[in-house]
């Protein structure tokens, strides 16, 4: 069996701040979740008009995907790497969007722009649009954050040559309530994934 792979970098998106391996990157008192996702956009200097245009799952899990991609360019050579996300609420921050814009028979007005985004695995799709991504994807429905789940997955994608690397992460929007824990794994150097405390602070 294949050593695991070490984490090469990581990512928490909560309760307005960015976190990166550790350091905080950005903070934003006071902002609900979209003042913060714009407030945060613009302070990494991003320059990608569509994300306005993104539902709260899809910019939370874009912003998080953005600073760990663009911190390793390496990564995304090739065909880039697998991605392997899950949440609880899958997509139902949308879909209650969505069901209030088709539940009154008088004022019925379903917007193609919102039922796009009724699917988990949207934001998936955005962040392999914007980097141009043509791994394999995977998009799971758990009852709780479970990273060694996530990590496992991942470490039998690289043992089976199907991904060198791959973004792990667990994207949960719902409400005003968000989180984004994320992380870069790969490259196939030997590293003690149990005792990788960076990674395992996530779980607490």
Known sequence: MA?????LSTCKIANGRIVVDGTVLFEADGADFQAFAKAA???LGIAYPKFYKM????????LAA????????????????????????SSLDT????QQSIADPENYFPSPAVFVYTLPNICVCEISIRHQLK??????????????????????????AKAEYVLCGWVECFGNAYTATMWLTGGGMPADFARDASLQQFEK
């Open 41 to 43: 956009y613009q302070h």
């Open 95 to 98: 879909d209650v969007v969505f």
């Open 135 to 160: 791994s394999a994807n995977y998009f799971f429905i758990l009852d709780t954050f479970d990273s060694d789940f996530l990590q496992t997955f991942a470490e039998d994608l690289m043992a089976s």
């Open 66 to 89: 953005e600073i760990l991609l663009g911190g390793h360019p390496e990564v995304i050579a090739g065909n880039g790497p697998a991605v392997v996300f899950a949440n609880r609420s």
């Open 55 to 62: 539902d709260c799952l899809s910019k939370l899990a874009f």
């Open 3 to 7: 050593p695991p792979s070490p984490i």
